[in-house]
């Protein structure tokens, strides 16, 4: 079974600038979540889908950030304009189902953006 | 609000030491425990987990044990290889995962 996929893995842009990053789930996995990871910290979520609806955006820094995912399967995170702070690592991570009991994501291997 | 307290890293262990990497938890309600380890270069993987109290996760010679009483669910190995070297987060889950700072381990030879 392929694992959650993310591209780039790597991105470096000047501030102003805008960025986009993809995340394709497991096959069948109905959630999707993307995440921020600073340095030396734990990430926090910003936003999870069920399908296409995106049912938790509380943390998302809704005046440059933005996200979609067409047809529950595919996902784009998009950041416009970008800030110094902006630099992290992007996570995507997709379970079956969040009512599981069992609650397990599974992580791609992130996107690492630095902003200059 | 619901957060993870995990102890400061890095630790530094020989191989076949002992370890322990502390875990506390603060929530309302009974979430699932979850223990997440990243090893260099890659992704977050789930090592193992726990859904209610006194419940014992355990993967790959590591265990954790569910401590209601104490609001805790420490990590600990008890021969721990060079391989086992990366950063662990311990994590908590109602409806969305809350993770700690994570704590870096370095076992040398």
């Known amino acids: 079974e392929a694992g959650v996929v993310q591209s780039p893995r790597y991105k470096i842009i000047e501030k102003k600038q805008p960025v986009a990053f993809w995340c394709n789930p497991i096959?069948?996995?109905?959630?999707l979540y993307w995440y921020r990871q600073n340095l030396g910290q734990g990430p926090e979520l910003l936003i999870r889908y069920e399908n296409e609806e995106a049912v938790d955006d509380s943390q998302l820094p809704k005046d440059r950030f933005s996200a979609e995912r067409l047809k529950g399967v595919d996902s784009t995170l998009k950041i416009q304009p970008a800030e110094l702070g902006d630099s992290a690592v992007y996570l995507c991570?997709?379970?079956?189902?969040?009512?599981?009991?069992?609650?397990?994501?599974?992580f791609g291997p992130g996107t690492r953006l630095t902003v200059t | 609000g619901d957060s993870v307290t995990q102890m400061e890293g890095p630790v530094t262990l020989s191989e076949e030491a002992f370890l322990t990497i502390n875990c506390t938890y603060t929530?309302?309600?009974?979430?699932?425990l979850f223990w997440y380890v990243q090893y260099p270069g890659e992704g977050l993987q789930l090592l193992l987990k726990a859904t209610k109290a006194d419940d014992k996760g355990s993967n790959k010679g590591f265990e954790a044990t569910y401590r209601k009483e104490t609001t805790s669910f420490h990590l600990e190995k008890g021969s721990v290889q060079v391989s086992d070297s990366a950063v662990y987060f311990c994590a908590l889950s109602f409806n969305k995962l809350i993770f700690g700072a994570g704590t870096r381990l370095a076992v040398h030879p």
């Open positions: 991570a997709s379970s079956r189902s969040p009512g599981s009991s069992l609650y397990e994501q599974y």
């Open positions: 096959s069948g996995h109905n959630t």
């Open positions: 929530a309302t309600g009974y979430p699932s």
